[in-house]
């Protein structure tokens, strides 16, 4: 390369790298949706669409440069971090690359005991393929006609070889959150051989409280959270759970390295958005107003819908007229997706306000 060419291309380096730093003071500024797409609309896997908060993004840009180390003492600080929150000690926590490492961890020390698992369908599946490999059938229960799971047939369901049972509160992907008396009481009944791992991927989104606190007197509890939906860190990586220091230990025995799956970078995002308490606000307050922009637009076009305490909506497009999912395709809005065989219902994600009036107009 000529000396001309490589002075230009440096002179290009710097400049852009100082724009890109300008853009982030302008954005840490506000709250504006993060990693934008030029063409399409993408509401299919439940992200946020305003995240990673500002102190997060500035947490993770400071946290690359000391990544040539092992984050031992930053996976610490973390889980103390979570444990202060549900007022544990860090013994109660392990930390995963995303809460669907630790999914497969649970049922695969599920699987070891041998036996198998009762879930709700349609639910969040997927731990579910290798949870099948690794030699755990899976008894599926449908969910009431009101597309609530169904505890009552779950528990009528399980026996003395049930080794886990799986509940999705709030449930992806009809959005229903049981209320906590009804889940209090199942967590109760459940015996102590059998593992209840309930995922709470969505819980901030609602307005029922995390069953965190029911772990110290139920070592068979699992608690699954995740950084990904209302934190807004989804391509970054982190989850956690939540059990009894008797049951983490026996969960981190079988990650490949004990609490080792998410990045220095990640982890850093983790803590700092734990801290950035408005804008959690903001994501669970913009949700809903999306949301409500969602469900009006459903309401003109005659589309029955379950209202939804999470990012997104589980609606009945069989009233429509015309094939919702192709309608909002041609307009480049993708994510619309079937969970139930047969049936025209659909779920999709629930954007920024803006994107969710350019669904309404679409959809008309
Ligand atoms: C119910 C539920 N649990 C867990 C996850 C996995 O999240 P992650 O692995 O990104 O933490 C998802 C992601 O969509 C989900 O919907």
Known sequence: MHRRQLLKQSALAVAAFSFSRDLFAREAERFIPAAGFADFIKLS??????????????????????????????????????????????????????SSELLGV????????????????PTFRLWM??????????????????KITDLQRMKEKMDSNTKMVYICNPNNPTG????????????KQVPPFCTILLDEAYTEFSDEPSM??????????????????IYGMAGARVGYALAHPQTIKLLNDLQPWSNAGASA??????????????FLDFCKKENQRARAVFYKALDKAGIRYIPSNTSFVYFDSSTY??????????????????????TKWLRLSVGTFGEMEKVAAVIG
């Open 45 to 98: 896997s439940n992200e946020n669409p305003h995240g990673p908060s500002p102190l997060a993004r500035k947490a993770m840009i400071d946290a690359v440069s000391t990544s040539n180390r092992y984050p031992w003492d930053v996976t610490t600080k973390l889980r103390e971090k979570i444990a202060n929150q549900y007022h544990l000690t860090k013994d109660h926590v392990i930390i995963g690359a995303g």
């Open 106 to 121: 649970v049922s695969l020390m599920a699987a070891l005991q041998g036996g198998k698992a009762v879930a709700p369908d």
């Open 129 to 146: 393929g290798a949870a099948r490999k690794t030699g755990l059938p899976i008894d599926l229960v449908p969910l009431t006609s009101g």
């Open 176 to 187: 229903t959150v049981l209320p906590a008396a009804d889940l209090e009481n199942f967590i």
């Open 212 to 229: 965190a606190m029911m772990i110290d007197t139920h070592p068979n509890l699992v608690v699954a959270k995740t950084f990904s939906k």
């Open 265 to 278: 970078v990640a982890l850093a995002g983790a803590i700092a958005s734990m801290e950035d308490k408005q």
């Open 321 to 342: 007229g015309k094939d919702f999912r192709q309608v909002l395709e041609a307009q480049q809005i993708v994510g619309a997706r079937t969970f139930e065989e047969g």
